[in-house]
Protein backbone atom coordinates (compact mmCIF):
# COMPACT_ATOMS: atom_id res chain seq x y z
CA UNK A 1 0.00 0.00 0.00
CA UNK A 2 1.63 3.44 -0.76
CA UNK A 3 1.09 6.56 1.33
CA UNK A 4 -0.79 9.22 0.55
CA UNK A 5 0.97 12.04 -1.39
CA UNK A 6 1.25 14.61 0.97
CA UNK A 7 3.76 17.13 2.11
CA UNK A 8 4.64 15.29 5.02
CA UNK A 9 4.84 11.77 3.48
CA UNK A 10 7.03 13.28 0.67
CA UNK A 11 9.42 14.66 3.21
CA UNK A 12 9.03 11.25 5.53
CA UNK A 13 10.22 9.11 2.16
CA UNK A 14 13.08 11.47 0.99
CA UNK A 15 14.78 12.13 4.90
CA UNK A 16 14.84 8.91 5.28
CA UNK A 17 16.34 7.76 2.12
CA UNK A 18 19.09 9.84 2.89
CA UNK A 19 19.33 8.18 6.06
CA UNK A 20 17.69 10.28 8.45
CA UNK A 21 14.44 9.25 10.66
CA UNK A 22 11.03 11.10 11.05
CA UNK A 23 8.86 10.94 13.67
CA UNK A 24 5.25 12.38 13.90
CA UNK A 25 3.93 13.54 17.18
CA UNK A 26 0.56 15.18 17.92
CA UNK A 27 1.31 17.66 21.76
CA UNK A 28 4.70 18.99 22.64
CA UNK A 29 4.73 16.59 25.66
CA UNK A 30 4.50 13.82 22.96
CA UNK A 31 7.45 15.61 21.32
CA UNK A 32 9.97 15.72 24.69
CA UNK A 33 8.92 11.54 25.09
CA UNK A 34 10.02 11.01 21.33
CA UNK A 35 13.40 13.07 21.43
CA UNK A 36 13.96 11.49 25.58
CA UNK A 37 13.47 8.10 23.53
CA UNK A 38 16.18 9.10 21.10
CA UNK A 39 18.35 10.49 23.64
CA UNK A 40 18.04 6.57 25.46
CA UNK A 41 18.88 5.01 22.07
CA UNK A 42 22.20 7.30 22.22
CA UNK A 43 23.00 6.65 25.62
CA UNK A 44 23.43 10.21 26.29
CA UNK A 45 24.21 11.63 29.60
CA UNK A 46 24.20 15.00 28.02
CA UNK A 47 21.89 17.08 26.13
CA UNK A 48 22.10 20.46 24.24
CA UNK A 49 19.04 22.68 23.34
CA UNK A 50 19.28 25.95 21.45
CA UNK A 51 15.55 27.30 20.44
CA UNK A 52 12.81 25.25 21.83
CA UNK A 53 9.21 26.47 22.47
CA UNK A 54 8.61 26.79 26.22
CA UNK A 55 5.78 24.18 26.45
CA UNK A 56 9.07 21.38 24.70
CA UNK A 57 11.17 22.61 27.04
CA UNK A 58 9.81 22.15 30.10
CA UNK A 59 8.42 18.50 29.18
CA UNK A 60 12.51 17.73 28.53
CA UNK A 61 13.67 19.22 31.90
CA UNK A 62 11.20 16.85 32.91
CA UNK A 63 12.24 13.49 31.27
CA UNK A 64 15.56 14.45 31.97
CA UNK A 65 15.54 14.99 35.71
CA UNK A 66 13.49 11.77 35.44
CA UNK A 67 16.31 10.26 33.80
CA UNK A 68 19.05 11.78 35.48
CA UNK A 69 20.42 13.22 32.17
CA UNK A 70 22.59 16.68 32.11
CA UNK A 71 20.64 19.17 30.14
CA UNK A 72 22.36 22.11 28.57
CA UNK A 73 19.91 25.13 27.61
CA UNK A 74 20.42 29.09 27.05
CA UNK A 75 21.62 31.18 27.01
CA UNK A 76 24.80 29.92 26.35
CA UNK A 77 28.18 31.89 28.25
CA UNK A 78 30.54 32.58 24.90
CA UNK A 79 33.37 31.66 26.99
CA UNK A 80 32.14 28.17 27.19
CA UNK A 81 31.55 27.45 23.71
CA UNK A 82 32.10 25.57 21.65
CA UNK A 83 33.50 22.71 24.74
CA UNK A 84 29.72 22.68 26.42
CA UNK A 85 27.89 22.13 23.41
CA UNK A 86 31.11 19.96 22.07
CA UNK A 87 30.49 17.71 25.31
CA UNK A 88 26.66 16.21 24.72
CA UNK A 89 25.81 13.36 22.56
CA UNK A 90 22.49 14.82 21.61
CA UNK A 91 21.20 18.78 20.15
CA UNK A 92 17.82 19.67 19.72
CA UNK A 93 16.97 22.40 17.89
CA UNK A 94 13.73 24.30 16.13
CA UNK A 95 13.54 24.50 12.44
CA UNK A 96 12.16 27.50 10.83
CA UNK A 97 10.49 24.99 8.00
CA UNK A 98 11.46 22.04 6.10
CA UNK A 99 11.47 21.28 2.09
CA UNK A 100 9.20 17.82 1.40
CA UNK A 101 11.17 17.07 -1.87
CA UNK A 102 14.75 17.08 -0.86
CA UNK A 103 14.01 15.87 2.50
CA UNK A 104 15.51 19.09 4.72
CA UNK A 105 15.23 20.66 7.39
CA UNK A 106 15.89 24.25 7.33
CA UNK A 107 17.99 26.11 10.47
CA UNK A 108 18.25 30.02 10.90
CA UNK A 109 20.49 30.93 13.01
CA UNK A 110 21.90 34.29 14.53
CA UNK A 111 23.84 32.89 17.03
CA UNK A 112 27.32 30.85 17.32
CA UNK A 113 25.54 28.76 19.72
CA UNK A 114 22.58 27.56 17.65
CA UNK A 115 24.57 26.50 14.58
CA UNK A 116 26.95 24.45 17.21
CA UNK A 117 24.30 22.54 18.92
CA UNK A 118 23.46 21.31 15.85
CA UNK A 119 26.35 20.67 13.87
CA UNK A 120 28.68 19.22 17.09
CA UNK A 121 27.02 16.75 18.84
CA UNK A 122 26.64 12.70 17.58
CA UNK A 123 23.01 12.98 17.18
CA UNK A 124 20.67 15.55 15.87
CA UNK A 125 16.94 16.21 16.76
CA UNK A 126 15.20 19.01 14.51
CA UNK A 127 11.81 20.14 15.18
CA UNK A 128 9.79 21.02 12.86
CA UNK A 129 5.85 21.90 12.56
CA UNK A 130 3.95 20.51 9.83
CA UNK A 131 2.66 23.29 8.58
CA UNK A 132 5.70 24.78 8.11
CA UNK A 133 6.28 22.14 5.07
CA UNK A 134 6.92 23.52 1.65
CA UNK A 135 6.80 21.26 -1.58
CA UNK A 136 10.39 22.72 -3.10
CA UNK A 137 13.09 24.88 -3.43
CA UNK A 138 11.03 27.11 -5.79
CA UNK A 139 8.48 27.38 -2.69
CA UNK A 140 11.24 27.89 -0.02
CA UNK A 141 12.32 30.98 -1.78
CA UNK A 142 9.85 33.33 -0.65
CA UNK A 143 10.23 32.35 2.81
CA UNK A 144 13.91 32.54 2.54
CA UNK A 145 14.07 36.05 1.33
CA UNK A 146 11.53 37.50 4.19
CA UNK A 147 14.09 35.42 6.85
CA UNK A 148 16.85 37.90 5.35
CA UNK A 149 15.32 40.93 4.71
CA UNK A 150 13.96 40.66 8.58
CA UNK A 151 17.87 39.73 9.64
CA UNK A 152 20.19 41.48 7.47
CA UNK A 153 23.01 40.70 9.84
CA UNK A 154 24.47 37.69 11.26
CA UNK A 155 21.98 35.23 9.70
CA UNK A 156 23.09 31.75 8.67
CA UNK A 157 20.57 29.50 7.13
CA UNK A 158 21.92 26.00 7.17
CA UNK A 159 20.15 23.36 5.21
CA UNK A 160 20.00 20.18 7.31
CA UNK A 161 19.61 16.83 4.68
CA UNK A 162 19.90 13.58 7.20
CA UNK A 163 23.15 12.50 8.99
CA UNK A 164 26.47 14.49 7.78
CA UNK A 165 27.82 12.67 5.03
CA UNK A 166 31.47 12.12 2.63
CA UNK A 167 32.47 10.23 -0.26
CA UNK A 168 36.16 11.59 0.00
CA UNK A 169 37.55 9.13 2.24
CA UNK A 170 38.86 6.41 -0.53
CA UNK A 171 35.61 7.37 -2.41
CA UNK A 172 33.35 5.28 -0.22
CA UNK A 173 30.53 7.05 1.93
CA UNK A 174 31.12 7.79 5.61
CA UNK A 175 28.56 9.22 8.03
CA UNK A 176 29.35 11.70 10.63
CA UNK A 177 32.68 12.92 9.67
CA UNK A 178 31.53 16.15 9.83
CA UNK A 179 28.72 16.56 11.66
CA UNK A 180 26.06 14.64 13.02
CA UNK A 181 26.35 10.77 12.59
CA UNK A 182 22.62 10.22 13.29
CA UNK A 183 19.73 13.13 12.43
CA UNK A 184 15.85 13.14 13.38
CA UNK A 185 13.06 15.16 12.78
CA UNK A 186 10.42 14.92 14.69
CA UNK A 187 7.05 16.87 13.18
CA UNK A 188 4.20 18.64 15.22
CA UNK A 189 1.12 17.19 13.32
CA UNK A 190 -0.67 19.90 11.05
CA UNK A 191 -3.44 20.05 13.66
CA UNK A 192 -1.57 21.90 16.02
CA UNK A 193 -1.76 26.20 16.63
CA UNK A 194 1.82 26.08 17.50
CA UNK A 195 3.78 28.61 17.71
CA UNK A 196 7.62 27.68 16.19
CA UNK A 197 10.34 30.34 17.82
CA UNK A 198 13.13 32.20 15.19
CA UNK A 199 17.17 31.91 16.04
Not at 78 to 85: N, Q
Not at 132 to 157: K, M, S, T, W
Request: proline share 6%; aromatic share 6%; net charge negative.
Amino acid sequence: MTMPDTLFNRFKVKFEALQGHVHLVASWEEAAEEAGAICQGAEAGRVALARAPGPFQEALEGWCKRNQTDLLRPPYAADTLPGAIDAAQVGITCMDFAIARTGTLVEVSLDDATRLVSSLPRTHIGLVSARELVDDLDAAAPRLREIFAEHPQNCVVSFLSGPSRTGDIEMRLTLGVHGPAAAHAIVLSEAMDVEMPHG
